[in-house]
């Protein structure tokens, strides 16, 4: 299973951006997909994920309202829009993937088993 990342890039804060997560090497209907974040020297941080059945998001205090997870299965891709970007969500963003777990376990970043290499977000004030 190999995930990959990209999307990201430099952007004004009060801008937007719309990073990808492609899905290769088994079909992942049926599994949770997240977007962590991780700043040098910090512990990685949930963003936001998603699972299929049933269609349930769940986000991190600092995404809700701003970030919007969505999937499309048919194309085992997973998109995380970000608007109204602030410096700090500035950080790598990682996709990661897992079979379907308890809900609760959803945010804990040792619970995935597959990842992506991370893209680069940086947002300027």
């Known amino acids: 299973v190999q995930l990959q990342a990209f999307g990201g890039g430099l952007v004004q804060a009060g801008g937007s951006l719309r990073l990808s997560c492609t899905i290769s090497?088994?079909?992942?209907?049926?599994?949770?997909v997240a977007w962590f974040r991780q700043v040098p020297g910090k512990e990685r941080e949930f963003v936001a994920a998603?699972?299929?059945?049933?269609?349930?998001?769940v986000y991190s205090d600092s995404a809700q309202g701003r970030f919007t997870i969505s999937r499309d299965n048919a194309k085992n891709t997973v998109v995380l829009q970000m608007s109204s970007l602030k410096p700090d969500d500035t950080a790598i963003y990682y996709c990661?993937?897992?079979?379907?777990?308890?809900?609760?376990?959803?945010?804990?970043?040792?619970?995935?088993?597959?990842w992506g290499q991370g893209t680069l977000v940086t947002v300027s004030s």
């Open positions: 090497g088994r079909t992942f209907s049926g599994n949770d």
């Open positions: 998603i699972r299929w059945t049933p269609r349930t998001t």
């Open positions: 990661a993937a897992r079979g379907r777990g308890i809900l609760s376990s959803i945010r804990d970043n040792t619970m995935y088993d597959y």
